[in-house]
Each structure stands twice: as structure tokens, then as C-alpha cells.
């Protein structure tokens, strides 16, 4: 099944929604499913909470540590991008906060950290891998104008990303996510907020995405989302070409 001429390349499909809407589940399982089919495939996931930068995310969404807005914004976005990031970023942002220092340097340290990520992508993209990725920079965007903080500003980690093949969004009523086991433990787990959430998703919507109702039985969504991802798949080995 894997491709073997030189235009072929793997597909970036992203996997976005709401909390609890069943990402984590539904991504493993379309790994097993490329695997299966002898694709070369990879999981990333973010936050990725195994880094330094993934614990402080991890203890500020469990309630064990208190961080500005605009601070835990930068964390997540240093999160996807590289550590010399966070290390320039995060004593700026809580020694310095100024907003025209900050939005100068913010810009000018993501576009640096954004093209590392982006290459990296692009190399594991054009070498055949087919990249799943539990939340992308939508995830950045929504939560974080959900809180008020502005369009732009949440938008500008974003620039220079590559965009995905694929979103996959599993649109899920808050109050059916609630019903989820655990549901209520990290932070921002709260009906109010992710009702602003999803609204602040739906202006993000482009042609790639692709609403899926993530209500449904487990086994019936990872078969509609296998059907997406695989057409996804092979039009990126027939040689679709990467997007910006
Ligand atoms: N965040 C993230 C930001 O604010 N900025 C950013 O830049 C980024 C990247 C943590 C938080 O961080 C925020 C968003 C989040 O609030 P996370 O670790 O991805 O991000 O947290 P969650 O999205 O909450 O991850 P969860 O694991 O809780 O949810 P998933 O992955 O959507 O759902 P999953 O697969 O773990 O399933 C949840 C439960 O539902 C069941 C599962 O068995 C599980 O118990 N389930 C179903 N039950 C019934 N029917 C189905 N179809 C089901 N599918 C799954
Ligand atoms: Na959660």
C-alpha cells in the first residue's frame, strides 16, 4: 500500500474538539489502522506532557499551579515548538510583561520555533510518514480566545505552521462531554467554557475539515474517520502537494 515513487508523501491529518471529545481514543486507533494497512505512520500528541515545559502545563491544568493568561498561552505554544523558545519566552513574559516588548519578541521567537516544527513535519511528511497529531495549533487559538485574549495575538504562533491535510473534529455537546468519566478534573473542563470554546472553533473551520459527530458509538466513529483519513492518505501518495 505504501507508496514508491518519488512524488509520494505522507498526509498531516489533525485531530481537534472539544475536551473529552474522544481524540486520544480515536487517534491511537487510526494508528493501528495505518500500521495495519503497512503504512509508515506517527502519534504526536500536544501538550505533550512528557517535557519540562508539558509539567508545568500539566500541574496549571490540574489546579496545582496558578500562571497569567497570556503566560500558560506561551507554554502551550512553546509546548509545540522548541525548548530554547520557552527559555527565551517564559522569564520575558512573567519578569517583563510589557505588551509592545512582548508581541515584538513573541513574534519575532515563534517564527524561529515554528520553522524548526515546520521542518521537522516536512521532512517526516516527504520521507512517507503520515503524521496523526491529537491537537494542533487550532487548540492554542480556541482556548485561548475563549478566555478574551485577542484574534491576533492567539494567532500568532500560528503563522508559518504547515496546514494539515486533514482536521478531524469531533463536535460533541458540552453537557454530552460532562457525562465522560472523570470529567471535571483539569481546569478548563467547565460547561460556561467550553460552550465559548466551540464557538471560537467554528470561526477556524476551513475546506479541510471535516465535522464528525463524536456522540456516536466509539467503533462507528473510528470506522468514518478510517474512511476520511484513508482517501486523505492516498491522495497525499499520488502527490497532492503540501499546503501552507
Ligand atoms: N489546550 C491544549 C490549550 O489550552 N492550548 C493548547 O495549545 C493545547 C494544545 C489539555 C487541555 O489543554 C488545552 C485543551 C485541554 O483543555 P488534552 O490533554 O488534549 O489537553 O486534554 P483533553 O482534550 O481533555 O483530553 P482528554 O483525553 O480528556 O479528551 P479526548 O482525548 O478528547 O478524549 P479521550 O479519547 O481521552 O476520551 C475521553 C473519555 O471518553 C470516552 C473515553 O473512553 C474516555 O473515558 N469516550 C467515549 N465514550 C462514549 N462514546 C464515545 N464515542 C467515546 N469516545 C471516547
Ligand atoms: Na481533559
Not at 517526516?124 to 494542533?136: A, C, E, P
Not at 508559518?160 to 482536521?167: E, F, K, T
Request: aromatic share 10%; charged share 20%; proline share 3%.
Amino acid at each position: 500500500v505504501s507508496g514508491c515513487n518519488s512524488e509520494s508523501r505522507g498526509a498531516l491529518v489533525v485531530l481537534e474538539g472539544l475536551d473529552r471529545s474522544g481524540k486520544t481514543s480515536q487517534s491511537s486507533r487510526l494508528l493501528t489502522y495505518l500500521e495495519g494497512l503497512g503504512h509508515s505512520v506517527e502519534l504526536w500528541r500536544f501538550p505533550d506532557r512528557s517535557t519540562n515545559v508539558g509539567q508545568m502545563i500539566s500541574s496549571y491544568l490540574s489546579n496545582k499551579s496558578q500562571l497569567d493568561d497570556h503566560t500558560i498561552h506561551l507554554l502551550f505554544s512553546a509546548n509545540h515548538g522548541i525548548m530554547s523558545t520557552w527559555v527565551f519566552m517564559f522569564p520575558l513574559s512573567i519578569i517583563y510583561w510589557d505588551k509592545n516588548l512582548s508581541d515584538y519578541v513573541y513574534k519575532h521567537t515563534f517564527d524561529c520555533g515554528w520553522t524548526l516544527l515546520r521542518s521537522l513535519m516536512e521532512t517526516k511528511l516527504k520521507t512517507g510518514t503520515t503524521l496523526i497529531v491529537d491537537r494542533y495549533s487550532y487548540s492554542g487559538v480556541a482556548f485561548s480566545s475563549a478566555k478574551g485574549l485577542g484574534d491576533e495575538w492567539c494567532k500568532a504562533p500560528e503563522i508559518g505552521l504547515l496546514a494539515p491535510d486533514l482536521v478531524l473534529y469531533l463536535d460533541i455537546q458540552p453537557e454530552k462531554a460532562a457525562e465522560r468519566g472523570g470529567y471535571g478534573a483539569e481546569k478548563y473542563e467547565q460547561l460556561e467554557f467550553q460552550r465559548k470554546v466551540a464557538q471560537c472553533y467554528q470561526v477556524l473551520h476551513d475546506a479541510s475539515w471535516k465535522i464528525v459527530d463524536a456522540c456516536q458509538p466509539i467503533e462507528d466513529i473510528e470506522k468514518q474517520l478510517q474512511e476520511l483519513v484513508l482517501e486523505c492518505v492516498m491522495a497525499c501518495q499520488k502527490g497532492k502537494p503540501l499546503a501552507n
